[in-house]
């Protein structure tokens, strides 16, 4: 989760960073104009994380697809005998993304408090605070207190300090015009919305700016609502800065003369000789179709662009590395915690290639993760870390590799000295290719090219000569320490009479039986799509 919301909280500075340069090119001053786009970025900002695992999820586009990656099948015989895994000094390693999400979780669910305890104290303020009817107030909710000292609106309640009987005809009429605007534009509930914004992305200078932003922009939109009223910009400044020289701290989201925002509203009252024109359909449907397209592109550049799959490859190990891999692979694991929410990255497809139906299913059930690959039942695999999981009782481990928000785009499988790598599929491919085994398996038809790549490498090891050019990388490697022991087993075998095929068995493989002058082979090979041999399997017999 806290990936997601970085990532999002990035993607919307930089949107934030493109409006404002745009803004500044364009010399836009008017203070709807400015609001009208600020409060569509506010919207755009709050969406991102809905937008952004949107686009993680979307198909990407044609000219940055992901190639297939170089992989190996597992070969020769059966898998190794399951090990049980024997106790292990527990891992010391710090799992900085879980500290790191607990301090984010923890800034932000106090700052979400403190603004909720605020907005009940608003709350209560308004109930405590006598009402004001009179002509002037036109059936407008206008309370007053004497717990404020300047004039501020909560919500749709305009809150007068109690010093209100004394003001003249012009400083009410300013007042009740300004706050009006207010209400009538639903600052206080914008300024809330800021509010919550600031407290998710509190990280990022672009929340805290734009909350201050905001309000500036409604107090200035409020300012020239209340000039057009009295028409008199030098009295409305002298108002303004009576009230901001009047000090206490009203507890309120829209006071009209907050401290920081006075020197530069009065600036720009006595600067300007036009009141900014309001906004209409036509100037929001222009911001609207200018901003859109941007936060269209800050939303999927990066999700479209090629993840670090791409630089997945596997090469085959020489025999004293894929020796020590396997002795690495094969000792014992120690379970650690990782935080349960990391599951849900990992979860979904992926096909370990270039084999054509051979493919991982991940799914979460509870706080576990399981994995069904080459079998009906799914397994449970074990975290030795954040990334990485490995079997019980089989030396074998699984490690995810991520995207910058986390989100697994392959899994590296280590088995047998190798690490084979499966990059992520959709659910729609993963049920193709089972649809395409199944219809193979039903057909009991030989895939094309199999009987003769078996033949060949039967009568190649019968030579002393097997063809390792034929067999793809990771099955030469693993091929190579056993070749002494097969060539034995062909040489007492004897001279090969008939192969005959027997039918699809599991996974797609085509079984043949090789009868010889001394007895009889049941042989299993599977090729890739390029016809090379990924899978080989002899079962000797008398």
């Not at 859109?292 to 550049?301: E, F, N, Q, R, Y």
């Not at 009782?393 to 910058?404: C, E, K, N, R, Y």
């Not at 090219?449 to 039967?458: P, S």
Request: charged share 20%.
């Amino acid at each position: 989760m806290l990936a997601l919301i970085v990532e999002a909280a990035i993607r919307s500075l930089l949107l934030g960073a493109a409006i404002w340069l745009g803004l500044k090119l364009l010399r836009v001053t008017n203070p709807h104009v400015l609001m009208a786009v600020w409060q569509l970025v506010l919207v755009l900002s709050l969406c991102m994380p809905m937008l952004v695992d949107w686009a993680k999820h979307m198909p990407p586009a044609a000219s940055l697809q992901i190639p297939q990656m170089l992989a190996a099948e597992p070969t020769f015989f059966a898998a190794p005998p399951m090990q049980h895994a024997a106790p292990q000094v527990a891992s010391s390693a710090i799992d900085w993304r879980m500290i790191c999400s607990a301090i984010y979780l923890i800034v932000a669910a106090f700052l979400l408090l403190r603004l909720l305890v605020g907005a009940v104290l608003i709350a209560k303020l308004c109930r405590a605070a006598l009402p004001v009817r009179e002509n002037w107030t036109a059936g407008r909710d206008v309370r007053a207190s004497d717990r404020v000292k300047v004039p501020a609106t909560f919500g749709s309640t305009i809150v007068l300090p109690s010093g209100y009987v004394t003001w003249d005809v012009t400083l009410r009429r300013a007042v009740m015009a300004h706050e009006d605007a207010h209400v009538a534009h639903g600052d206080f509930f914008v300024l809330l919305l800021a509010a919550v914004n600031r407290a998710i992305f509190w990280f990022s200078p672009l929340a805290w700016w734009l909350y201050d932003q905001l309000g500036y922009l409604a107090e200035a939109r409020s300012d020239a609502a209340a000039i057009a009223d009295i028409e008199d910009r030098v009295r409305y400044a002298e108002i303004l800065i009576g009230f901001g020289a009047i000090s206490g701290r009203t507890p309120a989201v829209l006071a009209m003369a907050g401290s920081k925002t006075v020197p530069r509203r009065v600036e720009c009252i006595l600067a300007q000789t036009m009141l900014p024109h309001r906004m209409d359909w036509k100037a929001w449907s222009a911001i609207v179709a200018c901003i859109l397209p941007l936060a269209a592109i800050a939303a999927d550049v990066i999700a479209q662009q090629p993840s670090k799959t791409e630089n997945i490859e596997f090469v085959a190990p020489d025999q004293a590395t894929l020796r020590q891999r396997r002795a690495e692979q094969q000792k014992p694991r120690q379970e650690v915690q990782i935080d349960p929410a990391l599951l849900d990255n990992y979860v979904g497809y992926y096909r370990l290639g270039p084999a054509p139906y051979r493919v991982f299913a991940v799914t979460r059930q509870d706080d576990h993760l399981l994995v069904r690959f080459s079998g009906p039942e799914a397994v449970q695999v074990y975290p030795e870390g954040s990334q990485d999981f490995f079997y019980k009782g089989l030396a074998a481990q699984i490690s995810f590799v991520t995207d910058p928000q986390g989100r697994a785009t392959a899994l590296v499988y280590h088995q047998n000295g190798l690490d084979k790598p499966a990059p992520r599929i959709d659910e729609a491919q993963a049920q193709q290719i089972a649809d395409t085994l199944a219809q193979r398996v039903k057909s009991a038809a030989p895939a094309a090219g199999t009987e003769a790549a078996l033949r060949h490498q039967i009568e190649a090891f019968q030579q002393d000569t097997p063809d390792f050019d034929a067999m793809t990388n990771g099955l030469a490697t693993i091929t190579r320490p056993q070749v002494p022991k097969i060539e034995r087993q062909f040489e007492l075998l004897g001279e090969l009479q008939s192969l005959s095929f027997r039918g699809v068995g599991f996974e797609g493989w085509d079984i043949y039986e090789a009868k010889f002058a001394n007895g009889i082979t049941i042989c299993r090979i599977l090729l890739t799509p390029d016809n090379k041999i990924t899978g080989l399997r002899f079962e000797w017999g008398p």
